[in-house]
Nanobody, 121 residues
Framework: QVQLVESGGGLVQAGGSLRLSCAAS????????MGWYRQAPGKQRELVAT???????NYADSVKGRFTISRDNAKKAVYLQMNILKPEDTAIYYC???????????????WGQGTQVTVSS
C-alpha cells in the first residue's frame, strides 16, 4: 500500500524552528511534484511550498524567507525547514505528492495524514 508518512510536528515558541519530514512508502516507480500544505482551524487548506523533481520551488508569500522545502529522491522524502515561526503558522501540515506506481502509470495525487504544528506567542 502506498502512503505518505509525516513526522516532526510539535509545539514551539514564536521565533523558534521545526523541521517536518515526509517519506513515501510502498511500491513506487517515481515521484513527481512533492509539497506541503496546511490547514488552520476554521480555514481552508492552503499551499505552503512545492518542489518538482528537477528542484523548481514555489512558496506561499506568507512563508517566503522563513521556510525552506527540500527533497531527497533516493529516500522518496520531502522536508520542510520552518524558521522564525509565528503563531499564525499554527496548523495541521499535510504532505502531498504525485506518485507513479508503475512505469506506464500516470501520476496519482496522495496526501499524508497530517502533523500538528503549534506556535505559542
Amino acid at each position: 500500500q502506498v502512503q505518505l508518512v509525516e513526522s516532526g510536528g510539535g509545539l514551539v515558541q514564536a521565533g523558534g524552528s521545526l523541521r517536518l519530514s515526509c517519506a513515501a512508502s510502498g511500491s513506487i516507480f517515481s515521484i513527481d511534484t512533492m509539497g506541503w500544505y496546511r490547514q488552520a482551524p476554521g480555514k481552508q487548506r492552503e499551499l505552503v511550498a512545492t518542489i518538482t523533481t528537477r528542484g523548481s520551488i514555489n512558496y506561499a508569500d506568507s512563508v517566503k524567507g522563513r521556510f525552506t522545502i527540500s527533497r531527497d529522491n533516493a529516500k522518496k522524502a520531502v522536508y520542510l525547514q520552518m524558521n522564525i515561526l509565528k503563531p499564525e503558522d499554527t496548523a495541521i501540515y499535510y504532505c502531498n505528492a504525485d506518485l507513479v506506481r508503475r512505469w506506464f502509470d500516470t501520476a496519482v495525487n496522495y496526501w499524508g495524514q497530517g502533523t500538528q504544528v503549534t506556535v505559542s506567542s
